[in-house]
């Protein structure tokens, strides 16, 4: 087999982590020796075997001359488990492929060299498919933000609720399984206070595989309308609940909030309303690294405004509500086709009788779309 191959080989196993690995990027490891894969490893969920020590400790696996094929540079640290640098030498592996060097600030390339410094052979690949498979983690330790990416599900005429505020359902069932499971990618879920007035939403990530972490669940609310008695502020103790509203909401009204574990941030106003910068700072300073802002349309139209949108995914259904339906993005205050942002599309997907179309922003409108 081919160095592509297993690497190749290396980012599928690496997949297996894609909803229960955050906050930690997904890393998958194949060792082999004379063109035949010996042990293979991924990381599961944070606090566990890294994928290196995985691969390593499957069935007593002597790799000793082997080469190990793994999709991100190995970790040199201390944290819930021993540095892989270590575990590394230790096997005796002569060769290390690596896919792209490991963006946090700890590694960047030290664990290439503390591998050579030990004699072992290391080549790195910096293959941009790496990167992209863990967009959101190179994000967030770039930037300190969480990656956004807007979800939405929409009819025909860009439509994502009826007249009188109904959404259930514009989607069939397998779209929204796969909403959940983009919950459970991110790890937090963000949406406006107009859909927590109209739905009263859970906002868990629900039916996905391997259990993964709960999501911490966000509202923006500027006015503090949202219901003691609803479903977010009763199941708090569950799993995180923020809400961030205007400093002169809160006049006593967030204790009872707060009583039933929900925290509420004094938020600080921009040109557009809260501040959302100041919003993904506060989240991301928490160690939140992907953030899933499902809506509705104004709030999307916010993020977009703004330049903070990372990646779009927006599931069709073969439906339309009229032009009395709550449109899927709010007013973005375009006076010319020029200045509208573009975006490039990634991938079409059929899920039952609808359409998965996901998009990134497109680097040339930069001026008037920023990176975030
Ligand atoms: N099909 C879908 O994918 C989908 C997804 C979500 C929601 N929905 C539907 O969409 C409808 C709600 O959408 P919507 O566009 O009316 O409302 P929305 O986006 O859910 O909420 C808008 C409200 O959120 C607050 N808000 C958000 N960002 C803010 C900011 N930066 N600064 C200040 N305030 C901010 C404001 O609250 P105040 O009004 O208190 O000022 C604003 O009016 C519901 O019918 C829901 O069922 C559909």
């Known amino acids: ?37 010996i042990s293979e490893g991924w990381h599961a969920r944070a606090g566990q075997e890294h994928a290196e020590a995985a691969a390593l400790s499957s069935n007593g696996t ?9 999709t991100l540079e190995p970790c040199n640290h201390h944290g819930r488990t021993p540095p892989c ?16 060097l490991d963006p946090d600030p700890r590694m960047r390339g030290r664990s290439v060299k503390i591998l050579r410094d ?52 514009i989607t069939g069932e397998a ?15 963000l949406v406006g206070a107009g859909t927590t007035r109209a739905d009263d939403p859970s906002l868990t990530a629900r039916d996905v595989p391997d259990q993964p972490p709960p999501v911490t669940r966000i509202v923006l609310d500027p006015s503090l309308t949202l219901d003691p008695e609803g479903q ?37 106003h921009g040109a557009n309303g809260l501040d959302l910068r100041y919003v993904l700072k506060d989240i991301g300073s928490r160690g939140v690294r992907g953030l899933l802002v499902e809506g509705g349309g104004d709030t999307v139209g916010r993020f977009l405004r703004d330049g903070l949108v990372d990646k779009m995914t927006i599931f069709y259904a073969p439906t339309v509500l009229g032009a009395d339906g709550v449109p899927m993005i709010g007013a973005l205050g375009l006076s010319s086709v020029q ?23 497109r680097e040339e409108a930069s001026d008037v779309y920023g990176s975030g």
């Open 118 to 169: 030990a004699g072992v052979e290391v080549t790195v690949l910096d293959d941009p498919a790496f990167e992209r498979q863990n967009e959101q983690f190179f994000h967030y330790m770039n930037t300190g933000l969480p990656f956004v990416h807007l979800k939405l599900a929409a009819t025909l005429d860009g439509r994502i609720a009826a007249s009188g505020g109904d959404s259930k359902w």
């Open 232 to 268: 977010l502020a009763r199941n708090a103790g569950e799993a995180q609940v923020l809400v961030f509203a205007d400093k002169t909401a809160l006049d006593g009204r967030q204790k009872r909030l707060e009583a039933l574990g929900v925290e509420v941030i004094a938020t600080p």
């Open 339 to 361: 200045d509208a942002p573009r975006f490039s599309m990634s991938g079409v997907e059929q899920l039952g009788d609808d359409l998965a179309v996901t998009f990134y922003p």
């Open 62 to 70: 002597d790799a000793r001359g082997a080469s190990m094929y793994v």
């Open 175 to 189: 779209a929204r399984r796969r909403a959940h499971a983009l919950r459970a990618e991110a790890g937090a879920v």
């Open 85 to 100: 640098t270590d575990t590394i030498v230790r096997s005796g592996i002569s060769h290390v492929v690596v896919g792209h």
């Open 1 to 37: 087999m081919a160095v592509e191959a297993f690497m190749d080989r290396a980012r599928e196993l690496a997949e297996r982590g894609r909803y229960t690995a955050a906050p930690n990027p997904l890393v998958g490891v194949v060792i082999a020796r004379d063109g035949k894969v």
